[in-house]
């Protein structure tokens, strides 16, 4: 099929490439020149293990191919994925819709036959039936039909989720579309997937509730973690006890920093702004967005009880700044609220990262970047693994730190407690 990929941000160059993959024709498009040059090149935006060997794979073999033309892009697909940014509005918890609402009007403009238009951005409720209010006001009905079809990828594990993922959602009415779809998805479906059609406002929804649903889980052991710490009781313990219930699950009932990244934040500031329009009342989600927000807090209070309220000129390192492990994206990193206090408090701060110097933190005075683990850890007072990379589970703290009186802040439970006392290091850990 001929695929049309609007925006080569996380979804659409990750969607883009596994569609191609299947063996698919897929053109992504992008208004940033040189994002497309690079990608012409070989060089990729984000890191994400395996992309870069099947974008170079289906380049070569012309199943993927770069653009910034959007209309020759759109003329030559049948199938177009709308997949740029909506970020939170400035001064609002509402999804900002620019980004969505300015392509769709360049769509208009480039339809002369049959195009099947998905929104694989997450859109709040009801933007589905705004772009078809747009698209109508130009083109015939019977030329266009609008899809909710919500990706559903996780950092770091994105091209797994797309080839095996746990369900395919399509949110229309349209037969004809719905067929179209289940067609470019068989070889998802013959290996398992369910295949899921509902209405399009159901499936704008299915996206933001199960976002929300896996924010609390976050939300709900990362405050069980700070009751275990007063009553000296293991949080892994619970998690185990609680996920082996298979009503519950085990999974995102790890204890950790606040949750981050591209869609949680955003996705239940958004859902409960929706709520809020329809005049219903989401308290739950709204008391996860607020513990959320306090939890940074609680670890840095953590922190000057571990350094007895002595922070200044205390060389601390944290291990990975990104919001999780393999991936790079640094939004809604605790790191980026933690750091900066560290700092009015005195601390010198120095990281190190598997995917290199971050941007955030050049124009900080008293933070360095190191070039590996050995030398961002032997001189520190205070480490904090702050993300689970496999690259920290395996370190002999002894060997490399230099400074007999440091200490570890494990916020991943990566170790064992109990092999740290053995070992005789200051060893701290979320929920113990």
């Not at 509005?89 to 195009?115: G, P, R, W």
């Not at 949110?171 to 369910?194: C, E, H």
């Not at 869609?263 to 702004?273: G, L, N, Q």
């Not at 005195?346 to 970047?369: C, L, M, Q, R, W």
Request: hydrophobic letters at 35%; proline letters at 3%.
């Amino acid at each position: 099929m001929k695929l049309c990929m609007i925006g080569t941000g996380y979804v659409g160059l990750v969607s883009g490439v596994c569609f191609s993959d299947l063996g698919n024709d897929v053109i992504c498009v992008d208004k940033d020149l040189n994002k497309i040059d690079n990608l012409k090149k070989g060089i990729i935006p984000i890191y994400e293990p395996g992309l870069e060997e099947l974008i170079l794979k289906n380049f070569k073999n012309n199943r993927l191919k770069f653009s910034t033309d959007l209309k020759e892009s759109v003329s030559k697909s049948d199938i177009i994925f709308i997949c740029v940014g909506t970020p939170t509005k400035k001064n609002s918890s509402d999804a900002d819709l620019t980004q969505v609402y300015n392509v769709v009007k360049e769509i208009t403009k480039s339809i002369s036959k049959f195009k099947i238009i998905i929104t694989k951005s997450t859109v709040p409720i009801t933007t589905g039936d705004q772009i078809e209010k747009i698209i109508s006001k130009k083109i015939p009905k019977k030329l266009f039909s609008v899809v909710s079809n919500p990706e559903f990828l996780r950092e770091g594990e994105a091209i797994r989720d797309f080839n095996y993922p746990d369900r395919v959602v399509i949110g229309t009415d349209n037969k004809r579309s719905n067929k179209t779809l289940k067609n470019l998805y068989a070889p998802l479906i013959s290996k398992g997937t369910k295949y899921i059609n509902t209405s399009r406002r159901a499936a704008e929804l299915i996206k933001y509730a199960s976002n929300a649903f896996l924010a609390t889980k976050i939300t709900f052991i990362n405050e069980l973690s700070n009751l275990c710490e007063k009553i000296d009781v293991n949080i892994e313990d619970i998690s185990i006890g609680m996920g082996l219930d298979k009503r519950i699950g085990s999974r995102f009932l790890r204890a950790g920093p606040a949750y981050g990244g591209s869609c949680f934040p955003k996705d239940t500031k958004a859902i409960v702004s929706t709520s809020d329009r329809f005049k219903s009342n989401l308290s739950v989600i709204k008391s996860v967005i607020k513990s959320n927000d306090n939890r940074s807090s609680l670890l840095l209070k953590r922190i000057f009880d571990i350094l007895n309220n002595k922070v200044k000129n205390k060389k601390i390192c944290f291990l990975g700044v990104t919001f999780k492990a393999n991936t790079d994206d640094m939004r809604d990193s605790s790191c980026l609220s933690m750091i900066p206090t560290l700092l009015k408090k005195g601390a010198k701060i120095n990281y190190f990262d598997p995917t290199g110097e971050k941007n955030e933190f050049k124009n900080f005075k008293n933070v360095s970047y190191s070039n590996d683990i050995k030398s961002g850890i032997s001189n520190s007072d205070l480490i904090i693994i702050h993300t689970e990379w496999n690259d920290f589970k395996s370190i002999n703290f002894n060997k490399t730190v230099k400074n007999k009186n440091y200490k570890i802040f494990d916020m991943r439970k990566i170790y064992s407690p109990k092999k740290m006392k053995e070992q005789k290091i200051k060893y701290f850990a979320i929920g113990s």
